[in-house]
């Protein structure tokens, strides 16, 4: 089993498929109404906690890999800075919860291993979620009253994303012929 994370600070998308590519779960914890930083690890540790039975069938973590450079108009040195810090804590917390080390993935490969391909200028998190809508039959989301995607969604499919990616991974490696 693969299991793939969207990490911020705010939500983080939590998935798992099986080596056959079926989605076993497909989630997201909210941290938007926590403010401290430790709050937020605590809320993520004890989500695993929650979570343990999943330390029997996880054979690989996979965390899409925070932001590493400025992009105008998009995050401030601060805001790289803190989103990398969580990244950094998330990970020794999975680490502690699976004793199997962090693998980590750039979202633009995460998102060519699992067939999605954006274009310049698309919005990545729109096109991933379509993406998904189209090809995964259980990938399941619920909707605000206008018509939008409920907080989390998004993350819940850039993880699912990051999990197929990890899968694609290991079979390139183990189903050579």
Not at 66 to 78: K, N, P
Not at 109 to 122: F, H, M, N, P
Request: charge should be positive.
């Amino acid at each position: 089993m693969f299991l793939g994370l969207d990490i911020s600070t705010s939500i983080v998308g939590v998935s798992v498929v099986d080596k056959s590519g079926a989605i076993l779960l497909c989630d997201h914890i909210d941290l938007r109404k926590t403010k401290s930083f430790f709050e937020k690890a605590k809320i993520v540790k004890q989500y695993f906690e929650d979570h343990r039975y999943l330390q029997t069938v996880i054979r690989e973590v996979w965390v899409e890999q925070s932001l590493q450079a400025f992009r105008s108009g998009f995050s401030s040195a601060h805001t790289l800075s803190t989103l990398s810090r969580f990244n950094g804590v998330v990970s020794w917390l999975l680490y502690g919860a699976f004793c199997v080390e962090p693998n980590y993935i750039a979202a633009s490969s995460a998102r060519k291993l699992s067939g999605v391909t954006i274009k310049r200028g698309e919005n990545a998190k729109k096109k991933v979620f379509q993406f998904l809508l189209d090809t995964e039959d259980t990938f399941a989301v619920e909707y605000t009253r206008h018509g939008n995607p409920k907080p989390g969604y998004y993350d819940r499919a850039d993880s699912l994303v990051v999990a197929k990616a990890a899968l694609a991974l290991w079979k390139k490696e183990n189903l050579k012929y």
